[in-house]
């Protein structure tokens, strides 16, 4: 009894291990177990000497914690229902369809093109979705029978399909990030800020590979053949209107910049944006072909989502607005796009908020379900247990980091990304704080590494969402009329393999290179290199020096008599003294 009592935290953790394997659902896996270790901690306490600090009395602070800052009035997870409804309307509008037809006609012409469509349209969904589900199952829709029917690998196909759907998970405005900001007491802004450019770095990497692969496999990843370049040719047309908007945007800017200061090159930048799109607009409807018809579509289909991704991440970053009232902004401009595209109705609304009510309910059983378990594996000392656990890790900082990689590695082959954040960050974080590690380069740490919880065989959400959309059996191609072979379980995960290192190499450039993060921070002002410089005053010298024109230093003048009251001009009348009352007489108020 005295060994279990004293040891109490890991039996609880290995306990609540052994509940997650059976298959139990993860938020009552958590409040039982919470519940469970109460009473049995509170019988034993007396056998703990003095590790569990449990009492009948505690369960009394469980309502204020659901309806406290952490759950109900938690204004941070308010942005999670905004940026997931924004992400289904979006997905219901077309905006993928478009995208991956009009980059991958731009793309087409050299060998990977449609890889390297795929993974550009994959970081245009992130940041505009946030949702890997409507990501990965809109582009394996599109993209994989156009793969497919023009001869590229059935495994890379369906790799880079489901690595560039993982993508939302670290691109702002991504769900979990919001979640780790919130598990970690940090500023969702910040987070974002922070995992802005290791999103583009990863995305960079996973075009790195489809040119090494086009390059030395060429059969793997083969071009576009010309019939199938619907657009015809006009990255010429294309060259020139990049160079007319980068014209017009300078001019603008010059214009606007003594009036508005320093807004006015974003204010330039999105007058040259709004003149080219308003150009190509007018040249397709009223049939002038000034542009090529590449061209037009580019613009066309690439500036809406383009404008969206300013209005909800680009007021986040200027500090025009939280991400709860950017999520709100990007809501309102998904329903603005899909109306335009003529695809918003009441079905696709109430799609929409079905699932977003399902997502929201979701993160907030397991959230409630995260503080019963906690309420108890605190009052057992669990997280003394696990500090001083990861604390004493060899190799200091860089070895807990190291360490704490491979757990969260390990644990995402069972576990998504919400019960990784609600389960192992709160533990993780102090162990953090405690040895110095900065909590924002922590999560996005920690972000890169969950997102291969999406790609790990045989338990990864975006393996299975490819999967659902994918062939099973042979079927005739629409087009070209030729049988189509399936596309098989083992080929999707050996495709996933690839990706997976790539993920396991951005977390090592991450904690080799900090500063990928950092930069959230902004400039950082050395105190030392700061000048000071008193103002001189005509008639006074600095201190401790002689007045100008030499001579000794006057002397200082007599200090002043603080027993009288202070004289302004002129002395007043002497005043006669007061007479000395008798105080051997009682007082007379006569």
């Given amino acids: 009894m005295e060994f279990i009592a004293q040891n109490m ?36 306490s007396p056998y703990s000497g003095g590790s569990i600090n449990l009492a009948w009395p505690l369960l009394h602070a469980l309502p204020d914690n659901f309806y406290g800052s952490r759950v109900m009035s938690n204004d941070t997870l308010l942005a999670i229902p905004f940026f997931t409804f ?15 037809d009009t980059i991958g006609q731009l793309f087409g012409p050299i060998r990977g093109g449609l890889a390297y469509a795929v993974i550009f349209v994959g970081a245009l969904l992130a940041a505009t979705t946030g949702v890997v589900a409507a990501s990965v199952i809109a582009m394996g829709l599109i993209s994989l029978p156009i793969m497919l029917r023009y001869g590229y690998d059935r495994r890379l196909a369906s790799g880079v399909i489901a690595a560039s759907g993982t993508l939302a998970q670290i691109i702002p405005p991504s769900l979990v990030l919001i979640v780790l900001a919130d ?12 995992a802005l450019i290791p999103g583009l770095v990863l995305t960079g990497l996973y075009a790195l590979y ?57 204010l330039g930048a999105t007058a040259g944006v709004l003149f080219i799109y308003i150009v190509a607009i007018a ?139 609600f389960i192992i960050v709160p533990l993780l974080a102090p162990a953090a704080d405690k040895l110095g590690i900065d909590l924002i380069w922590f999560g996005v740490l920690l972000g890169v590494n969950m997102q ?29 009329g030729k049988q189509i072979a399936p596309v098989t379980t083992g080929q999707i995960y050996w495709g996933a393999v690839p990706f997976v290192c790539i993920q396991v190499i951005m977390i090592g450039l991450t904690i080799a290179f900090p500063q990928m993060v950092m930069h959230y921070k902004g400039t950082t002002v050395d105190p030392g290199t700061i000048d000071y410089k008193v103002p001189e005053v005509p008639g006074l010298s600095p201190l401790g020096t002689q007045p100008a024109g030499g001579g000794a230093a006057p002397a200082a003048p007599a200090a002043p008599d603080l027993s009288q009251p202070p004289s302004f001009g002129d002395a007043p009348p002497a005043q006669p003294a007061a007479p000395q009352p008798d105080l051997s007489q009682p007082p007379s108020f006569n």
């Fill in 9 to 44: 935290a890991p039996v609880m953790f290995a306990s609540l291990i052994i509940f997650l394997l059976i298959g139990y659902p993860v938020a009552f896996s958590l409040a039982a177990n919470g519940l469970m270790f109460f009473f049995i901690g509170v019988l034993l």
């Fill in 86 to 100: 924004m992400g289904i309307v979006l997905e219901r509008s077309g905006m993928a369809e478009d995208l991956l």
């Fill in 183 to 194: 598990q970690l007491g940090r500023s969702v802004g910040d987070m974002y800020a922070g």
């Fill in 210 to 266: 489809i040119l090494i692969v086009s390059i030395f496999w060429p059969k793997m990843a083969p071009a576009l053949p010309l019939e199938a370049r619907t657009l015809g040719h006009g990255v010429v047309s294309l060259l020139v209107a990049l160079a007319v908007t980068v014209a017009a945007s300078y001019a603008a800017y010059r214009y606007l910049a003594p009036a508005h200061g320093d807004n006015a090159d974003i």
């Fill in 283 to 421: 040249d397709k409807r009223l049939n002038v072909n000034m542009m090529s018809r590449l061209a037009q579509q580019v613009i066309i289909v690439l500036i809406p989502p383009l404008a969206l991704i300013f209005l909800v991440l680009g007021t986040i970053f200027l500090g025009i607005a939280t991400p709860t009232e950017g999520g709100a902004m990007g809501s309102v401009g998904a329903l603005i796009m899909a109306a335009a595209k003529g695809r918003l109705s009441l079905d696709v609304v109430k799609q929409a908020l079905t699932a977003t009510t399902r997502l929201s309910s979701f993160v907030l059983f397991i959230l409630i379900g995260a503080r019963v378990f906690s309420l108890t594996f605190y009052g057992v000392n669990g997280h003394i247990w696990v500090e001083h656990l990861l604390t004493s890790l060899p190799g200091g900082e860089v070895g807990f980091l190291i360490g704490v990689n491979l757990l969260v590695f390990f644990l995402a082959f069972f576990l998504d990304f919400f019960e990784l954040a």
């Fill in 452 to 480: 291969t919880s999406f790609m790990h065989p045989p338990f990864g959400f975006a393996l299975f969402y490819l999967r659902s959309v994918a062939a099973r059996v042979p079927y005739l191609d629409r087009l070209t």
